[in-house]
């Protein structure tokens, strides 16, 4: 695998499917907004309509921190087909030094951010593991 190929991918994708699990052991998948600063990822709970702060998937990171962020590219060129995956161990940061590095990342990743700064939690996925195909 070509590890930098693998980063440029994931550092350049605007969405990533964020896979948990539930307290019980369901894998829970949802896509989700997020920066690389190699070697943790980053994803904020956004201002986006929800019925709550206290989303699933922080729930699901406090109980097994184990989870993964996939991010891919499909096409009608199948020869043009891709995704990289990153496994690790996930954190959840509600306030402090980290949190406020990550928006600003964020912020300067997505336009939204820098027009709303996200008010939840920060998911940390400390990566311990890449996987890529091709």
Not at 31 to 48: E, R
Not at 62 to 67: A, F, V
Not at 73 to 80: G, M, V
Not at 92 to 100: D, F, L, S, T
Request: net charge positive; proline share 6%; charged share 30%.
């Amino acid at each position: 695998m070509d590890r930098s190929v693998a980063r440029r991918r994931v550092a350049e994708a605007r969405v990533g499917r964020l896979a948990t699990l539930t307290s019980e052991d369901r894998p829970h998948i949802v896509p989700c907004c997020f920066v690389l600063d190699d070697p943790t990822v980053y994803s904020a709970v956004d201002a986006k309509p929800t019925s709550t702060l206290a989303l699933r998937r922080l729930e699901n990171v406090r109980l097994h921190p184990s989870c993964s962020l996939l991010v891919d590219h499909y096409s009608e060129e199948w020869t043009q087909l891709w995704w990289v995956r990153v496994d690790g161990s996930g954190r959840v940061i509600e306030q402090g030094g980290e949190r406020e590095r990550a928006l600003t990342l964020l912020k300067a990743k997505y336009r939204q951010y820098g027009e709303t700064t996200p008010p939840g939690a920060v998911v940390a996925l400390d990566i311990a593991r890449w996987r890529m195909w091709p």
